[in-house]
């Protein structure tokens, strides 16, 4: 059964502490896609990879920072720099490859102890 | 500066009659679009897409138009049924070699009354 697959579903974190949010797929995606989604707004993009061991900053990447080492994996991790770090986090993939739609995980809600 | 707007937070239609939903964007090197669906803590689905080559695309119930004039694209979906409400997302993007950079609009809710 392919698909997304982002954990944990919920996580905590203190002040001052950074975390890992996961972010697996088994679709053979070249893309790979990190988005914030804070209530009343639409997506924004933090980070994007079309390709293993490359990435881009999206439109709000300060205080966050990601790697792709494998196809199937791209792990964010959230700084103690990001100073509003209280929000729902999506994790999407895509084939990269013409006009295909991003598939998007079920999310983690991050939230600050 | 939100290039992707939908301009109506809320919708609320009767079952079996007509939802339309409506967007807006700005930038005018977008060119493939895309509606996305979601509930409550999961992540969006996709829903319908269309490239500007096209005016019209139609997927069962659903059916999304782009007007390029007016900047303007709207979804359509007959009849609603009580499992079509959710949040719906529009999103945008220029023609890339994949679609890496997705704009997305602020959502609007729909509720489908029975």
């Known amino acids: 059964d392919g698909g997304i697959t982002q954990s944990p579903k919920y996580l905590f974190r203190k002040e001052g502490q950074n975390v890992t949010l996961s972010c697996e797929q088994n679709?053979?995606?070249?893309?790979m896609y990190w988005y914030r989604q804070d209530p009343g707004q639409g997506l924004r993009l933090i980070y994007y990879?079309?390709?293993?061991?490359?990435?881009q900053k999206g439109d709000i990447a300060e205080g966050y920072s990601v790697s792709r080492e494998k196809k199937e994996s791209f792990p964010l991790t959230v700084t103690s720099a990001q100073k509003n770090p209280t929000a729902f986090y999506l994790c999407?993939?895509?084939?990269?490859?013409?006009?295909?739609?991003?598939?998007f995980g079920d999310g983690t809600r991050l939230s600050i102890l | 500066d939100q290039q992707v707007k939908q301009n109506s937070p809320s919708l609320s239609v009767q079952e079996g009659r007509i939802s339309i939903l409506n967007c807006d964007y700005t930038?005018?090197?977008?060119?493939?679009f895309l509606w996305y669906k979601k509930y409550p803590a999961e992540g969006p689905t996709f829903l319908i897409s269309?490239?500007?080559?096209?005016d019209k695309n139609e997927d069962g119930r659903f059916t999304v138009f782009l007007n390029k004039s007016a900047k303007h694209l709207s979804l359509h979906i007959v009849p609603s049924q009580p499992g079509d409400s959710a949040v719906y997302f529009c999103?945008?993007?220029?023609?890339?070699?994949?679609?890496?950079?997705?704009?997305f609009g602020t959502g609007t809710r729909l509720t489908i009354i029975p």
């Open positions: 999103a945008a993007t220029p023609y890339n070699f994949g679609n890496e950079k997705l704009t």
């Open positions: 930038n005018s090197m977008f060119d493939y």
């Open positions: 269309i490239s500007s080559i096209k």
């Open positions: 990879s079309q390709i293993v061991n490359d990435f």
């Open positions: 999407a993939s895509s084939p990269g490859q013409g006009n295909q739609p991003q598939h």
């Open positions: 679709l053979n995606h070249d893309a």
